[in-house]
């Protein structure tokens, strides 16, 4: 059996979809916290299908071991972690998860 995602090298496709879930949930976090509505009336509205596409696509990085036996030094983890949280995909996320969602098609 393969490594857990989390004692892996990640992908670049892996980055983005946990950079643009994490960017998900900032943007879920801060529309509550400003007491705003999300405005999600239908679950077909663009946010609410990304956030739920991203979030099913992060279920599955997290729940697959990895078939690289190679583990991460802690330069490659914190560059990973640095690209994680670099804001790339801060106006993107929606674009990132219909990335993952024609991938998975």
């Known amino acids: 059996m ?8 990640l992908s670049a496709g892996e980055i983005a979809l946990l950079d ?6 900032k943007v ?3 529309t509550i916290e400003r007491g705003e509505p999300l405005d999600w009336g239908s679950s077909w ?8 596409s991203l ?20 330069a490659q983890a914190a560059r990973a972690f640095g690209q994680i ?5 801060a106006i993107s996320w929606i674009a990132t998860a219909r990335g993952v969602t024609a991938a998975d098609r």
């Not at 393969?2 to 004692?7: L, V």
């Not at 643009?20 to 949930?25: D, I, K, M, S, T």
């Not at 509205?45 to 739920?52: D, E, G, H, S, W």
């Not at 099913?56 to 030094?73: I, K, Q």
């Open 2 to 9: 393969g490594k857990p995602a989390a004692e892996r090298l």
């Open 20 to 25: 643009g879930v994490r960017q998900a949930f």
């Open 28 to 30: 879920v976090r801060r």
């Open 45 to 52: 509205v663009a946010p609410y299908m990304a956030l739920k």
């Open 55 to 74: 979030s099913a696509a992060m279920s599955v990085l997290l729940s697959t071991p990895s078939r690289d036996r190679s583990r991460p030094t802690a």
């Open 85 to 89: 949280t670099d804001h790339r995909h």
